[in-house]
């Protein structure tokens, strides 16, 4: 069974960083995409960024092209997103996802619409003075 387990989220000033963390387990990692989202009170959810664990491919969304790195450590299963300059409007839930298939994770980035079935419970990021 795909569980995540997401992490890292808090209270942060405008200005601030953040690291999120997304442990998964129950699904040979090194084969998997991951995928970081984000959704806000009221509004649709959001692709951030992914990771094909594989063989590295990463994609980040263009409106969070260079405040956002995203990383994974496959020894211990578990993949980064790094977060600078964060916002107030960057305040949201933000969730990881699990696909085995790498394209559809970026497709799934960009089209955050799109059917995925594996996902982790969120954790909470506020920017806020």
């Known amino acids: 069974e795909v569980q995540l387990q997401a992490s890292g989220g808090g209270l942060v000033h405008p200005g601030g960083s953040l690291t999120l963390s997304c442990a998964a387990s129950?699904?040979?990692?090194?084969?998997?995409?991951i995928g970081w989202f984000r959704q806000a009170p009221g509004k649709e959810r959001e692709g951030v960024a992914s990771?094909?664990?594989?063989?590295?491919?990463?994609y980040i969304e263009d409106t969070m092209k260079g405040r956002v790195t995203i990383s994974s450590d496959n020894a211990k299963n578990t993949v980064y997103l790094q977060m600078n300059s964060l916002k107030p409007e960057d305040t949201a839930v933000y969730l990881c996802?699990?696909?085995?298939?790498?394209?559809?994770?970026?497709?799934?980035?960009?089209?955050?619409?799109?059917?995925?079935?594996?996902w982790g419970q969120g954790t909470q990021v506020t920017v806020s003075s």
């Open positions: 996802a699990a696909d085995s298939r790498c394209h559809h994770m970026i497709h799934s980035i960009i089209y955050p619409t799109t059917t995925l079935n594996n």
């Open positions: 129950g699904f040979n990692f090194d084969d998997y995409a």
């Open positions: 990771i094909c664990t594989g063989d590295g491919r990463r």
